[in-house]
């Protein structure tokens, strides 16, 4: 209300003096003076204003600081025993002075944002009543300070009554504050003395629970102390009973298990002596054949550092993979194919066709075996984290020379068109020294296309040999399939010839029946007639008729072969 009629006094002093200044536009300059001394008054009087406002503001917030502090303390000092109602009380009571607080706050706001309002619209009018004093005369000079005195004189009691009105206004408030304390003392002094009271009244009634408690644990305890006597004497026999039933059965038992265990632990040592004494003679065999073993192993390590028995050793297995894949007339051992020399070939393989002299033609077969560079070069590859890069690649230049040497030994020997073929084969003996052929960029090739081998381990050998056989029958089936021709055509004619035999045999045979039948008929008929005619002894009968008898039966074989002969022709 005081804030609204300052506004309205301020308002009221503005219109006066713009209604002063419109009346009489024409003034002197040497108003100019009174004007600004108006305009000094007029900024004391803002200045004052705001002052009193900012007084005013800061009391409040103070009061209400003081009084935020006050009921924290209360609630500090009664904070352990209050109880949820004291928290609500508290929280509802503080949010009622937050919403006294932000109501004064925004109330102090808006009071602010008026005068600024007013002082800005002062500013204003004040620029516009400068500018129409300037051009105004002096004639209203005595009218405006008559007018300025008597806006002084209302000022003054403007400012004596906003005084008093902001006087009331804190005496209210601090009235206010000093009740709402009183009464919430009253209300916390009134919940203290109910809190205690509940307090007293649940300490009593948790004694008198706690004495009927201890009485009922003191009778609980008296009982339970009867019973458990009662129980530890009917465990103690019970236990006894036991004991002694058990010692019986344990000492039966025991009995038991010790003549069981005696007679299952002698069976036992029995059989696992038994089974040691097995497997000790398996051991016995194992390292004997494990001696063996090494002996043979030492053998055959002896017959690879010779060079002369490695070589019969590449020889044997070459042999012994031509005699599984060809027939013996398929292949020659240690053949001379260029005369003049006396160097030998290990095996020739025989390709069908011949050459002008009508000799077969000759496929050159030789193994050869360079171990001692082939094992220095597997002892670099084991070896290659600490052997020197050049040492590994002379190494491998060493193998690959020897390689090469063995080739051109082959070539030079044994190849000798048209007397064998144009291309010669080495035989390697194992897959490892074959594979490290292979191995080599271009060094299989290379044999290939300078000497005209072609290296061979023991598995493509038997691919290449088999190849071979096939290739054989192959042509013998087609040399021979013309012979087969025409003997079938031989076949086919005696079989006709064949037919009509049957045909005549047949015939024959039949009248030879007939001449059985008519035969018997007339033996039955001659045996009715000698029926009455008496026996003579043996020796009588073959001397009287034996000659006889003879005759006859060689003129019937002879009529019977000549009849053959006839119907044959």
Known sequence: MNLALLIIIIVLLIINISLAVFKKPNQNNDFKDELAKYALEFGKIDQLIRSEFSTNRDEAQKNSRETREELANSFKTFGETLTKNITDLSTLQKDQFGNFSEQLQALTKNNEDRIEKLILSNEKKQTEFT????????????????SLKTNEEKTDKLLVSFDQKTKELNDQLNASAKENRDEQVKSLKSFEEKFTQNVKDFNELQKQKFD????????????????????????EQKLQT???????????????????????????????????????ELVHKGLGEMQTLAVGVGDLKKVLTNVKTRGNF?????????????????????????????????????????????????????SKFPNEDYQRLLEAYDSVGTIDAKDLEIINRQFENAIKKNAKDISDKYINPPVTTDFAIMFVPTEGLYAEVLRRTGLFEKLQREFKIIVVGPTNLVAFLSSLNMGFRTLAIQKRSSEVWQILGAVKTEFGKFGTMLDKTKKKLQEATNTIDSAGTRSRAI????????????????????????????????????NSFNEGD
């Open 212 to 235: 009927e408690l201890i009485i009922k644990q003191e009778q609980l305890k008296s009982e339970t102390e009867l019973k458990l006597e009662k129980i530890r004497e009917t465990v």
């Open 131 to 146: 500018e129409q004093f300037i051009k105004s005369s002096k004639t209203t000079k005595e009218e405006l300070a008559a």
């Open 527 to 562: 045996e009715r007639h000698l029926r009455k005619v008496e026996l003579l002894p043996q020796n009588e009968a073959v001397e009287l008729i034996g000659d006889a008898l003879k005759l006859d039966i060689e003129d019937i074989l002879e009529e019977a072969k000549d």
């Open 314 to 366: 590449g020889e044997i297995q070459l042999g012994a993979i031509l005699e599984q894949i060809l027939s013996p007339e398929q292949f020659e051992h240690n053949k001379i194919v260029k005369n003049g020399t006396q160097e030998r070939v290990e095996y020739v393989v025989k390709l069908p066709g011949q050459n002008e002299d009508n000799t077969p033609l000759y496929l050159p077969i030789d």
């Open 242 to 280: 036991l004991q002694d039933e058990n010692g019986k059965k344990l000492e039966e038992m025991r009995n038991t298990v010790d003549e069981k265990l005696q007679v299952t632990v002698e069976k036992r040592f029995d059989a696992s002596f038994k089974i040691i004494s097995d497997r000790l």
